[in-house]
């Protein structure tokens, strides 16, 4: 008897434990919901507060770090921005779309090496990207690399993509050269 008595208080816990974490995650799930929502929506200073409870309840997920990291890219807190993104690349080093992001706010700092690099991993990560590669060839312009960049309007249209064609002709007259 005290075997059955013990075996239906902890079939009884189990279901209590498992109960509650699976209504935990679906709050988790319902406010990450909200939050994208929000930024949706255009609410970008509603959706940090809510990733930030979110980064609070599971400090682990990059996604909310990525997240959080975006909003604050949108309202022009780049330097935020760059911090939350750089968590998230600890979390996950394998996500291109972070590197690509993180680039794009140290270019709005003047960081251009910083975003060369991390366009540089995000095409060792997803070697087909042509955002990155416009984005880059773009940078390479910047500091007069024409070579380098004309290599990467080579990859863009390899890959089968158009170049813009207004940085197109301001690097044939940068570079003097056609292609």
Request: charged fraction near 30%; aromatic fraction near 16%; avoid cysteine.
């Amino acid at each position: 008897m005290i075997f059955k008595t013990k075996s239906y208080i902890l079939i009884f816990l189990f279901l209590f434990f498992s109960s509650a974490i699976i209504f935990a995650q679906q709050l988790e799930e319902e406010a990450f919901k909200r939050a994208k929502d929000y930024s949706r929506k255009g609410l970008y200073k509603e959706a940090i507060l809510e990733f930030s409870e979110l980064i609070k309840l599971n400090p682990k997920n990059a996604a909310y770090y990525y997240q959080r990291g975006l909003n604050y890219h949108k309202i022009g807190k780049l330097a935020e921005a760059i911090a939350d993104y750089t968590k998230a690349i600890e979390l996950n080093p394998k996500d291109p779309e972070v590197y690509y992001n993180r680039a794009i706010a140290q270019y709005g700092l003047e960081n251009f090496e910083e975003a060369l690099a991390d366009w540089n991993k995000a095409l060792e990560i997803n070697p087909n990207y042509p955002d990155i590669y416009q984005k880059r060839a773009f940078v390479y312009f910047k500091l007069k690399e024409y070579d380098k960049a004309w290599e990467d309007v080579h990859k863009i249209e390899a890959l089968g993509y158009k170049v813009q064609p207004k940085f197109l002709e301001d690097l044939k007259r940068a570079s003097e050269r056609e292609k």
